[in-house]
């Protein structure tokens, strides 16, 4: 579906996400569910993390749209225009078990 004046999608999320993951792992921090051209804010915060970084990827069209790599402690703010999903993965050297403790607020609307 696509966002457009007739149709029009907001929606925000505000939570936090214990992880886990040995080695590298990621998961959906947030899906578009097929609706096209949203558009909106992030905030990131990695409250916690223990043997490892936290890295963000945006997708877009299939595609990586940009990467982000947070520590500890650390917030980041971003504007996103038109991305289908976002994951959130823990990278840490082979075989280490890596814990994030992620918090996240999102809020979109359409372009």
């Given at each position: ?46 409250k ?11 997708i ?50 359409c372009?």
């Amino acid at each position: 579906m696509k966002c457009s004046k007739k149709h029009r999608f907001t929606d925000e999320f505000n939570e936090c996400i214990p992880f886990n993951s040995a080695g590298l792992g990621s998961f959906v921090l947030w899906d578009s569910n097929d609706i096209q051209n949203t558009c909106g804010t992030l905030i990131l915060s990695n409250k916690e993390s223990f043997g490892g970084s936290m890295t963000i990827f945006g997708i877009q069209n299939g595609s990586t749209a940009f990467i982000l790599n947070i520590q500890e402690g650390e917030s980041i703010a971003i504007s996103i225009s038109d991305i289908d999903r976002i994951h959130a993965g823990c990278l840490a050297p082979d075989g280490q078990l890596c814990k994030l403790n992620v918090c996240y607020k999102i809020s979109y609307d359409c372009c």
